[in-house]
T-cell receptor
């Protein structure tokens, strides 16, 4: 399985600011995904990051709030913009092995917004 | 749409007890089914998976069998350890779909 790293691992931010989270994979992958896990909750898919095109967002998530970049097949960023305390969550990236329909997850970024 | 329902937690057991965490699903076609585990302060790790009916996934002493007739994928372990304390997520991946659908998670605590 792919080795996935995320930066930062955690951060404490002030409301109204933005944070960019990086996701790096040790091999080229077609499919990358960004999830949010609110405290004590399950995972919710934010968007699918497509290389060479705009990300595909799930219902309830918009590009202005969660802009995503995917400059190549091993890297993606998620920005959480104009943060409020409700954005306090764990943000996880994942990659999919398409032949196996199996996703592998990064360690997550723990965000606290004050 | 596709959905996954897990037994409500939290679940607390003593070491060496038998574990079952129930998971049922609703999906069109024949999805792949997964159990992921999230240890405290960490991301999700794939625990096991099954891709077709009657397949049994197994790892680290955990097992789950894909039951098409009951649309279930219950997680079992014969003798749990304190180190198994974590949150367990059941998930499905529809055929040809591009995303996972997760259950709500079950927090498991094992006491010595």
């Amino acid at each position: 399985s792919a080795v996935i790293s995320q930066k930062p691992s955690r951060d404490i931010c002030q409301r109204g600011t933005s944070l960019t989270i990086q996701c790096q994979v040790d091999s080229q992958v077609t499919m990358m995904f960004w999830y949010r896990q609110q405290p004590g909750q399950s995972l919710t898919l934010i968007a699918t990051a497509n290389q060479g095109s705009e990300a595909t967002y799930e219902s309830g998530f918009v590009i202005d709030k969660f802009p995503i970049s995917r400059p190549n097949l091993t890297f993606s960023t998620l920005t959480v913009s104009n943060m409020s305390p409700e954005d306090s969550s764990i943000y996880l990236c994942s990659v999919e092995d398409p032949g196996l329909e199996t996703q592998y997850f990064g360690p997550g970024t723990r965000l606290l917004v004050l | 749409g596709d959905s996954v329902t897990q037994m409500e937690g939290p679940v607390t057991l003593s070491e060496e007890a038998f574990l079952t965490i129930n998971c049922t699903y609703t999906a069109t076609g024949y999805p792949s089914l997964f159990w992921y585990v999230q240890y405290p302060g960490e991301g999700l790790q794939l625990l096991l998976k099954a891709t077709k009916a009657d397949d049994k996934g197994s790892n680290k002493g955990f097992e789950a069998t894909y039951r098409k007739e009951t649309t279930s994928f219950h997680l079992e372990k014969g003798s749990v350890q304190v180190s198994d304390s974590a949150v367990y997520f059941c998930a499905l991946h529809g055929r040809g779909a591009q995303k996972l659908v997760f259950g709500q998670g079950t927090r498991l605590t094992i006491n010595p």
